[in-house]
């Protein structure tokens, strides 16, 4: 297959499953709806952008946002050599969606998701789904992990160990000796077969839209006191400290250019140190 069809169908897919998780979650919150703006990589020429939609202040949701994006251009000299394929042609095309959740209830873990493909000489998917509870919940995690294995068995028996093994050492604070949140799955580089890989990532987005609405579901009537939300402005600050120091997504778009604000939707409302 044409390698422009290819990025024209995975571009069209990324866009369908931001319609179809916004549609959820304003099913879910009922009254709050997303805001929407559309950005560009390049004013003065056309380098591509995207749509990112944000929701605040909700009732189950503190702050959502859905970030949709298709950008393409050359790297800089000292980043081409750290992406694959760039070295001898810094030439690329990037497409994918970035989903992340803060929630009200101190009981509903943050949850984040992404799926992008990307083309320097030869073109690869990554992504993954993690997430970040703040009150243990050890049948919340069993539950969790195995629609996970669920979903990567579907493709491939090997794919579960190996991507939640790669996920907890992608979602580990160094300097705190600690992970993110409670792991789940983080792939990068799949570039066997564009058919299966594609597949895939269309399944985990599809795990990942289930995901919202019955852990939602599970958590949002849960009562909450005081100490829940201090020990939840808390765990959000670990997540501040991944996503500025580690964060491959947020280097990534910093780096070529990406729209500011939708970069960093990804931060809480609020956030607290101790």
């Keep these: ?38 950005w560009k990589k390049n004013e003065k020429k056309d380098e591509g952008g995207g749509e990112y939609r944000i929701l605040k202040d909700g009732n189950l949701f503190e702050k959502v946002g859905v970030n949709f994006s298709e950008v393409y251009g050359k790297f800089s000299k000292d980043f081409k050599n750290k992406v694959p394929g760039a070295k001898n042609n810094p030439n690329y095309w990037a497409s994918g969606i970035s989903i992340v959740m803060h929630m009200k209830n101190p009981h509903v873990p943050a949850m984040h998701f992404n799926t992008r493909y990307i083309f320097t000489s030869y073109g690869w998917f990554g992504g993954g789904i993690d997430i970040t509870p703040c009150i243990k919940d050890n049948k919340l995690k069993k539950w969790y992990q195995n629609e996970l294995k669920k979903c990567c068995d579907r493709h491939n028996k090997k794919y579960y160990k190996k991507y939640k093994k790669w996920c907890d050492k992608y979602f580990y604070l160094a300097h705190r000796k600690e992970t993110r949140g409670i792991g789940g799955i983080f792939f990068d580089y799949k570039k066997k077969s564009w ?71 990804s931060l809480p409302p609020l956030a607290k140190w101790n």
């Design 1 to 38: 297959m044409d390698k422009e069809i290819k990025k024209q169908i995975v571009k069209n897919w990324f866009k369908i499953l931001q319609d179809m998780i916004c549609k959820d979650i304003e099913e879910l919150e009922y009254k709050k709806k997303f805001l929407t703006k559309e």
């Design 195 to 265: 058919k299966s890989d594609f597949a895939f990532v269309r399944d985990v987005g599809i795990t990942f839209k289930k995901l919202i609405r019955e852990i939602v579901n599970k958590k949002y009537k849960k009562k909450w006191t005081t100490k829940d939300k201090e020990i939840q402005y808390q765990k959000r600050g670990r997540y501040v400290e991944f996503n500025l120091l580690y964060d491959r997504g947020t280097k990534f778009g910093l780096q070529t250019g990406g729209n500011t604000e939708a970069i960093l939707m």
